[in-house]
C-alpha cells in the first residue's frame, strides 16, 4: 500500500500561508479491539508525526487510538523559499513511514 | 376475451419493465444524499477521501507485471483510464466464457486465472479490493446501465426473488426497508434506497474499503439471517438485481459512507 497522499500547492507566494493536506495510510489500531478467536490486537497507532520545512520543524502530533483509521491531517505553513516538505512518523511497532513534496515561492 | 389474453401475453414478454420497478426511475436516490455533511465531504474531496488509498495501490498492480505469465493487466488493456472507462457501470454482466454473471471482482479474477496465470486473488483481499477499486474509479459518474436479457436473465430474476424473500430471524425482506420504508429512521440511521453506487467503497464503521458483497453481509447480518460466503452466487445475482435497480444513478467509486 501507498503509505501517504500528500498535497500542497506547487507555488506559494513568498511569506504567505499555503494549505498542506496529508492522509496516511494506517489502522490506527486501537488496543481494545479483539480478533475473531477472542485475542486481544495489539494497540498500534501513529506515535508521533513530525513535518519539515528545509530541515526545520513546521508541525509535529502526537496521535493516540481516539483517531480514526488512516488519518488525515491538515494544516498551514507559510514559506520564505523554496524548498522541501519531509513528512516522518513513527508508529507503536517502530515502523517508520516517510513522504516529501516540494513547494516553489515565486 | 382473446384480446385480454394477448394483452396478457405482451405484459409478459416485455420482460423487466417499469411494472417490476417497485421505485421509479426519477425517485432514485444515492445513498450519498442520506448521509451527513462532513461524509458527503470527505467522498467529494479526493485528497480527504481515504478510498483513494486503493485507488492508488489498484494503479499500481494494474501496471504490474503478474507472477505467472509475467504480463500485467497494462499489457494487453493500455492505459486504464481509457480502455476501462465507464465498463465497470456496466457489471454485473453476463460472461460466456464462464458461463454466468461476473461482477467486476470476479471478471478481475478471471483474467487473472485465464490470461495472466496467475492464482485468483481472495475476497475481501487488499489487493482484489484496490483493483476492483481503481477499475471503477475509471467510471466514476457513469450511470449504471447493466444488460439483463438473454442468458443473464435468471441470474437477475434469482437476485429479485432474493431482494423481495423475507430472511433470518428478523423474518424481513431487503423491500421492506430499502423500498417501503427509505427516508424514515432506524435508531441513529436514516434508511437509505439501497443502491451499490459507492461499492467498493470506504465505511466508516470499518475503518476501511470494503466490496459491496461485504455490505450485503453486514445487512443480512444485521437481519440475523445465514450469510452466503464472499463470492458465492446468491450475492452476485443481488448485486445484478441491485445494479439494475439503480439504473441511471452515476457510479462513486469510492463512495464514503457510515
Redesign the interface.
Known amino acids: 500500500?501507498?503509505d501517504a497522499?500528500i498535497?500542497v500547492p506547487a507555488e506559494v507566494p513568498r511569506g504567505k500561508p499555503f494549505e498542506v493536506?496529508i492522509?496516511i495510510?494506517h489502522?490506527?489500531e486501537t488496543g481494545y479491539r479483539t480478533d475473531d478467536t477472542g485475542k486481544q490486537i495489539p494497540r498500534n497507532v501513529i506515535a508521533t508525526l513530525t513535518c519539515r520545512y528545509n530541515g526545520e520543524t513546521v508541525f509535529a502530533a502526537r496521535m493516540s487510538p481516539g483517531i480514526?483509521?488512516?488519518p488525515?491531517l491538515r494544516f498551514f505553513v507559510g514559506a520564505r523559499e523554496s524548498g522541501e516538505l519531509a513528512f516522518e512518523w513513527v508508529d507503536d511497532r517502530g515502523v517508520r513511514g516517510n513522504e516529501r513534496a516540494t513547494v516553489t515561492v515565486v | 376475451m382473446w384480446r385480454v389474453l394477448a394483452l396478457c401475453v405482451t405484459c409478459c414478454a416485455c420482460g423487466a419493465t417499469a411494472q417490476e420497478r417497485v421505485l421509479a426511475l426519477s425517485e432514485l436516490r444515492s445513498g450519498i444524499t442520506f448521509a451527513g455533511a462532513n461524509v458527503r465531504a470527505m467522498q467529494a474531496d479526493e485528497l480527504a477521501n481515504p478510498g483513494m488509498l486503493w485507488v492508488e495501490r489498484g494503479e499500481k498492480l494494474w501496471n504490474a507485471p503478474a507472477e505467472g505469465s509475467g504480463k500485467a493487466c497494462a499489457s494487453c488493456h493500455g492505459s486504464a483510464q481509457t480502455s476501462m472507462r465507464g465498463v465497470a457501470a456496466s457489471y454485473p454482466k453476463f460472461d460466456a466464457n464462464a458461463g454466468s454473471v461476473l461482477d467486476v471482482e470476479a471478471r478481475i479474477n478471471d483474467c487473472r486465472t485465464r490470461r495472466q496465470h496467475a492464482p485468483a486473488l481472495a475476497r475481501e483481499s487488499e489487493d482484489l479490493l484496490a483493483l476492483t477499486a481503481f477499475v471503477a474509479y475509471q467510471s466514476r459518474g457513469a450511470p449504471l446501465a447493466v444488460a439483463i436479457d438473454g442468458p443473464a436473465r435468471a441470474s437477475f430474476d434469482r437476485g429479485r426473488e432474493f431482494y423481495f424473500q423475507r430472511h433470518g430471524q428478523m423474518n424481513i425482506a431487503c423491500t421492506q426497508c430499502h423500498d417501503q420504508n427509505w427516508g424514515k429512521r432506524l435508531l441513529g440511521e436514516t434508511i437509505s434506497q439501497g443502491h451499490p453506487t459507492a461499492f467498493p467503497g470506504y465505511r466508516l464503521e470499518w475503518q476501511s474499503l470494503g466490496s459491496l458483497q461485504r455490505r450485503l453481509r453486514a445487512c443480512l447480518f444485521g437481519v440475523r439471517a445465514e450469510m452466503p460466503a464472499p463470492g458465492a452466487p446468491e450475492l452476485t445475482d443481488l448485486e445484478f438485481y441491485l445494479a439494475w435497480r439503480a439504473q441511471g444513478l452515476p457510479l462513486e467509486v469510492p463512495g464514503v459512507r457510515r
Open positions: 500500500m501507498p497522499r498535497n493536506r492522509l495510510r489502522p490506527m480514526a483509521a488512516n488525515y
